[in-house]
């Protein structure tokens, strides 16, 4: 069974088509990057997997239990509380982090596990100080956000989302706002799960990183996918579109 | 009327003055913010209805909402007006023309937090009540303070409108004695307990916006 199952995955924004056919499935441990121009509907393909948008058709199932789908070409959504426990299985990374402000490093990290999976304190202090080490970043446990440098706040949101342990991550341009020379302590920390088989899906402008990390590559324009295997595949595809593409970002 | 009398009386009106600012402070602000929740609400009749309530609240002085306050219960139920409702009249009406205003702070303080909060609380799995109490409004708070601050300077000088209705508070008493004695002084008395009571209040408030310092 896959882990994540999206089938014929439809989004309008006001008649405009954004997504118009996404079918797209993702078995646990892999590592599947998306890459395509901007707008072409990578942001709400996650978004709709994320169940920030609902989607106008299509299916969208976690694990075969279905979140979405349609019946008699009407949009049909599983309960709130179903929703909710299914959304157990994902979490995600936002380009701009979305921290909590007011937390420090450390309560960004195991707020949630406390919160909302009721973990105790103790347990859930131990263990996101154990992520925070993994990804480098036990000295800022006691800071604020704004105290850190960008690529310190995406890691964060990493150990944040990890400290739920989700069954998959997505991730939405995780680099994209960071300044180049930061770049790289992320990707790194992101390769490090891939090794240890967590399950991820990517949206991604680095080609370099995405060829490294990647089981598979999709490349989406338009609100469709264009082409999608390995990335040896992929890098040597015959598409003119893909091609240019591809080429452009590595320049 | 010897100088200790005068201070003496100055003095209980001192004390009313403070009961009616803090007592207002104590109700307006939760008002407020349900106020704000009915004034954001999906359902346009609740929203109608607040929108109607604040603009009206804000759109006539107060001391004519006193007034009504305190002169409804014998113009609409016939219901003789005893002396203690006086206070109790400053109180209510006080308090629902400032949660009107607060209303508007807090939703000016929610509307502009970026979507990405409750974004990330969701993904997260915080229920809308803890999203809003954990994370958004503490956040909410810290931008709002400043305007908070101002209409509380605001509150304090206002107290001075409950002479209307002749509650003893500060002002009344400073007037009736300036009028008895005339003599400028008890005004005087009461321009310089105005201005202190503003300036601790302004203490305070500084100190509040400073332990919200702590976060960006
Ligand atoms: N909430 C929205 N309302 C209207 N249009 C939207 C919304 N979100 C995205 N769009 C539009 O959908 C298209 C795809 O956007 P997006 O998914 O962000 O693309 P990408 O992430 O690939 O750059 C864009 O044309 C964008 O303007
Ligand atoms: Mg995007």
């Known amino acids: 069974m896959n882990l994540v199952e999206m089938k014929h995955v439809r989004k309008q924004f006001g008649g405009l088509s954004v997504l118009k056919d996404i079918s797209i499935s993702v078995k646990k441990g892999e590592v599947v990057s998306i890459i395509g121009p901007s707008g072409s509907g990578k942001s709400t393909l996650l978004r709709c997997a994320t169940l920030l948008e609902t989607m106008d058709g ?25 929703s909710k426990r299914i959304s157990r299985n994902f979490g995600l990374v936002f380009q701009s982090f979305h921290l909590f402000p007011h937390f420090n490093v450390l309560k960004n ?63 939405d341009e995780p680099t994209s706002a960071l300044d180049p020379e930061l770049t790289s302590e992320v990707l790194k920390v992101i390769k490090d799960l891939a090794k240890q088989h967590m399950t991820m899906i990517i949206v991604t402008h680095e080609m370099k990183f995405a060829r490294e990390v990647s089981d598979r590559i999709i490349f989406m324009e338009d609100g469709v996918i264009v082409e999608e295997g390995s990335p040896e595949q992929l890098f040597c595809s015959s598409n003119v579109r893909v091609q240019e593409f591809i080429g452009k970002l590595e320049e | 009327m010897s100088l200790t009398t005068i201070l003496a009386q100055l003095g209980q009106g001192m004390i009313i003055s403070v009961e009616i600012f803090l007592l207002t402070l104590l109700f307006s602000l939760p008002l407020g913010l349900l106020i704000s929740f009915g004034r954001m609400s999906k359902n346009v009749i609740i929203r109608g209805i607040v929108k109607i309530y604040i603009a009206i609240m804000r759109g006539t002085p107060l001391m004519l909402q006193l007034m009504a306050i ?31 205003y607060f209303a508007e702070i807090y ?110």
């Not at chain 1, 800071?143 to 850190?148: G, S």
């Not at chain 1, 706040?153 to 991730?171: E, G």
């Not at chain 2, 305190?70 to 629902?96: D, E, H, M, N």
């Open chain 1, 109 to 171: 990290v195991m707020d949630a596990p406390v919160s909302v999976d009721k973990v105790p304190k103790e347990e859930a202090k131990k263990r996101a100080m154990e992520l925070l080490k993994q990804l480098g970043l036990e000295e800022k446990a006691y800071n604020y956000p704004y105290q850190l440098s960008g690529g310190q706040q995406q890691r964060v949101s990493i150990a944040r989302a990890l400290a739920l342990q989700p069954k998959v991550l997505y991730f």
């Open chain 2, 70 to 100: 305190y002169f409804a219960p014998y113009y609409l139920f016939g219901i003789k007006i005893s002396t203690q409702y006086r206070f109790t009249a400053v109180i209510i009406a006080f308090s629902i023309n400032y949660a009107a």
């Open chain 2, 107 to 216: 939703r000016g303080g929610i509307e502009s937090m970026p979507i990405g909060q409750y974004e990330a609380a969701k993904i997260l799995g915080y229920s809308k009540a803890q999203t809003f109490f954990k994370i958004i409004l503490p956040q909410v708070i810290k931008r709002i303070l400043p305007s908070v601050t101002n209409e509380t300077i605001t509150l304090v000088k206002d107290t001075s409108l409950a002479m209307v209705i002749s509650v003893a508070e500060m002002f009344t008493i400073a007037q009736r004695i300036s009028a008895r004695e005339t003599s400028m002084m008890p005004l005087i008395i009461a321009g310089i307990f105005y201005f202190v009571f503003n300036y601790i209040v302004a203490f305070v408030m500084e100190f509040v916006e400073k332990k919200f310092q702590f976060f960006r």
């Open chain 1, 58 to 82: 299509g299916e969208l199932a976690y694990n075969g239990e279905k979140v979405a789908w349609e019946e008699n070409g009407k949009m049909c959504l599983a309960t709130q509380k179903e």
